[in-house]
């Protein structure tokens, strides 16, 4: 078993067997996704983030787990442009019928999955801490979705799974042009 360094909100986290800088907790109820239990993963952090940040990234859990459903709908409208700009993109044959039918915008949460998060601190800028949360989707199986939160207070990205925790960075441009981050 790895190290383990103790979060005041969700407890024992245990340092990964392969990459040493990615530290995963015990799966965590979820109140933004109906009490689903998920890992939290640190990832990128050293014993020495740990020491200087962990009390900023537990205020970012906190935040974070205080998130009901009601803020899952408010950016409905963000994952939807999502699911139809690729669509716009690519052809895809294998489309759920009910997907491509579907009525409604928020109809496209019953193709959501959250399978992971991932708490990361901003390499640049702001060196913010950004809480990810990865899912795959019915609409993406190379990408699948990311659901980005600043301080786990409010999404400032809704996009593909790609690395990046804000437009700006993933489009190297002012953290002011980046539409969701600017606003926060």
């Not at 790895?2 to 800088?21: F, K, R």
Request: net charge negative; aromatic share 12%; charged share 30%.
């Amino acid at each position: 078993m790895g190290n383990q360094i103790t979060s005041q909100v969700i407890g024992q986290l245990t340092q990964d067997d392969t990459y040493e800088d990615w530290w995963k907790s015990k799966e965590i109820t979820i109140p933004l996704f109906n009490n689903q239990k998920l890992p939290i993963t640190f990832m990128n952090w050293t014993p020495d983030d740990f020491q200087a940040h962990l009390e900023e990234a537990d205020t970012a859990l906190r935040n974070f787990l205080h998130l009901t459903i009601d803020d899952l709908n408010n950016v409905t409208d963000l994952v939807y442009k999502n699911y139809t700009d690729f669509m716009d993109e690519v052809i895809y044959d294998g489309i759920d019928p009910e997907m491509a039918n579907m009525t409604q915008n928020s109809d496209i949460w019953k193709f959501v999955y959250p399978t992971d998060i991932y708490i990361s601190k901003r390499h640049r800028r702001d060196k913010d801490i950004y809480i990810s949360v990865a899912c795959s989707c019915g609409w993406d199986d190379e990408h699948g979705l990311q659901l980005v939160f600043r301080q786990g207070k409010k999404v400032t990205r809704v996009s593909g799974e790609d690395g990046h925790l804000t437009e700006a960075d993933a489009w190297n441009k002012p953290d002011e042009e980046d539409e969701l981050l600017s606003k926060f």
